[in-house]
């Protein structure tokens, strides 16, 4: 009997061991040595003045099991606070029930208690929130909590971490206390073109809201996180026509090697344009303004049919694709376009406003998809002639604060303005008899034509007199004929690059016609890379390459010289074979007249 009371015995200690092996591991109290690091989106950098951490519930135990840290909570005033705020405003039981909150926060302390855990289980429910920083609730519940007034008492500061781009909370000496945390902060975000590193204006992004766990589960005390903001980019290309061929009515694809940041067109052609961007991740806002600003220089006239928006999925098949037009930009956009600004980089031009109507309720789940604007203008005769161009402009208004709860105005952000340039180029011709230079007086009244591409090309018009002439596209109040004035000097303005040959086609009174064409290129050569100021070249007759800026043989780029004297007939043609012919008959003439002379002298008649 006592053997068996013996092995009972040690088979309920045996029993008794068995069931406490899952919780054997090891337990702790809480610990004050926690940190959370936060790298930035991307390549931007994080400045700790902008971001807090706010404590909701400390950790009052930490018990390992099975490798992994389970913990015991007990909440903070902000979390009774926020509770019992929401039990006071509106309905409570549909305030309370979006948190899956059945206990009376307003009631008793053990209903508080009860509150705050279901909160809590709320907060942490499988899968935990904490893991998916980007979800519609913790966004929706930072923005409710931060305008309820809870953290008044403000939150825990960040510091600068030791890479210099990523913040820091506790530094494992004065760290912070286990907890569950709500962390939110500020980027300001830089252009993303290559090359270019200026700031977002208006202000920084609000990133959305973080629920971070101190420590994690599987790691103790420190906890990494990687900030989820963005801000929404914008660029602009103009359409350089000889890349490709462009018809002017479909607008080429964005493959197509034709769309540049800058073009070079006569005065009097079309420039095509073009606007980028993607839909922004809009989680968390309860409205978003999306406003493009475009702004022309004087010398590009708007046309506004042109105008066409595009809104399509860039792994889609084209199906999706939602598309506006001139006719139809009423039903989503509200577009202005004042024929004179002060805004932009350049005062004095053209501005276009578009604002995207109701842009997060049609497009909030098309987050990446493409925003494509292309219209066209016209480059008039206020154009600047090579320089620095004449630029085209855009920036992109944004909303910026997911917490935004709509009173007062609401706080946008403005990306840096992206530019493009429309040049063109003159062309100076003098027209002289003797030596050139720069003192010649040079010859008045003679007579020219300009063709493109070829001596039989499409002839180019102009409007102006007294040697001064501006590039018109047609013939309408225009004349294709260039007249050298006092001085001789011919000045083009608005000539696109490419090849041109000028025909003299009437000269001075005592002056022999040039009766060869001469052949004529303009290349565009280097834009400087700080101020944008283009270089051209003139090549005459296949000569030298001559820069405009420093033509060798000025006074023109093209120098043309008239001879006096009665010219004789053309060489080469039919006049060549008439001079033959005259001669041959004269010469006929003149042997048979001395041949006459001859014999008659030899019979006497006549006589000396």
């Not at 309920?12 to 061991?17: F, P, Q």
């Not at 840290?69 to 903070?76: G, H, N, T, V």
């Not at 098309?366 to 925003?371: A, E, L, P, R, S």
Request: aromatic share 10%; with cysteine; net charge negative.
């Amino acid at each position: 009997m006592q053997h068996r009371k013996f092995f009972a015995l040690l088979l309920a200690l045996a029993l008794l061991l068995v069931t406490a092996l899952p919780m054997s591991a090891s337990a702790a109290p809480a610990g004050t040595n926690g940190t959370i690091t936060v790298n930035p989106p991307g390549t931007q950098v994080l400045a700790p003045a902008e971001f807090f951490a706010y404590q909701l519930f400390e950790v009052t135990h930490v018990t390992s099991v099975s490798g992994r840290y389970q913990f015991a909570y007990r909440p903070l005033a902000p979390v009774e606070n926020f509770l019992q705020w929401l039990g006071t405003h509106g309905t409570p039981a549909a305030n309370l029930s979006t948190y899956d909150v059945t206990s009376n926060p307003n009631g008793t302390a053990d209903d508080l208690a009860a509150a705050c855990e279901q909160f809590r289980q709320w907060l942490q429910q499988d899968p935990p929130y904490a893991e998916s920083f980007d979800e519609d609730n913790i966004i929706a519940l930072a923005k409710v909590m931060i305008n309820s007034g809870v953290f008044s008492a403000g939150g825990i500061p960040a510091a600068q971490d030791s890479d210099d781009k990523s913040v820091k909370f506790g530094n494992g000496v004065t760290g912070l206390d286990y907890g569950y945390y709500l962390v939110t902060g500020m980027v300001q975000f830089s252009d993303e073109r290559e090359g270019v590193d200026t700031p977002h204006e208006g202000g920084k992004v609000i990133s959305r809201a973080m629920l971070v766990n101190v420590p994690d589960q599987d790691n103790l005390p420190g906890v990494t996180i990687v900030l989820k903001a963005d801000a929404p980019h914008i660029k602009k290309e103009v359409w350089q026509h000889s890349g490709a061929t462009y018809d002017g009515t479909t607008v080429p694809t964005a493959s197509t090697a034709g769309w540049l940041k800058w073009a070079d067109i006569s005065i009097g052609d079309t420039a095509y344009f073009k606007v980028s961007s993607k839909v922004p991740n809009m989680k968390g806002y309860s409205s978003y303004q999306f406003i493009v600003h475009d702004v022309m220089s004087k010398g590009l006239t708007f046309n506004p049919a042109s105008i066409k928006i595009e809104i399509s999925d860039p792994e889609g098949d084209g199906t999706t694709t939602v598309t506006y037009t001139s006719t139809n930009l009423g039903t989503a956009f509200n577009m202005t376009n004042p024929t004179i600004t002060a805004e932009g980089p350049d005062q004095g031009g053209t501005a276009i406003t578009i604002t995207f109507l109701n842009f997060l309720t049609n497009n909030l789940a098309k987050k990446g998809w493409d925003i494509t604007i292309t219209y066209s203008a016209i480059l008039n005769p206020n154009a600047v002639i090579a320089d620095k161009g004449n630029p085209n402009d855009v920036r992109l208004e944004y909303s910026r604060n997911p917490n935004w709860d709509g009173n007062g105005d609401e706080p946008t952000g403005k990306t840096p303005w992206d530019r493009v340039r429309v040049y063109t180029y003159k062309l100076d011709i003098f027209k002289y008899t003797g030596t050139l230079s720069p003192t010649n007086p040079g010859l008045a009244n003679a007579k020219f034509e300009l063709r493109k591409g070829s001596d039989d090309g499409a002839l180019v018009y102009f409007i102006g007199s007294n040697g001064n002439y501006t590039v018109q596209k047609t013939s309408i109040a225009a004349d294709a004929v260039l007249v050298s004035p006092t001085g001789g000097l011919i000045n083009i303005k608005g000539l696109d690059a490419g090849t041109y040959y000028l025909i003299e086609t009437a000269a001075p009174v005592g002056f022999n016609i040039k009766t060869t064409p001469d052949k004529i290129v303009i290349t565009k050569g280097d834009i400087d890379p700080s101020s944008k100021a283009v270089t051209y070249r003139v090549q005459v007759n296949d000569g030298p390459n001559n820069l405009s800026v420093a033509v060798g043989a000025k006074p023109g780029d093209v120098n043309i010289l008239n001879q006096t004297g009665h010219a004789l007939p053309g060489t080469g043609g039919i006049g060549l074979y008439v001079i033959l012919a005259v001669g041959a008959v004269m010469a006929v003439l003149l042997t048979v007249g001395y041949i006459v002379y001859r014999k008659r002298k030899t019979l006497g008649i006549l006589k000396g």
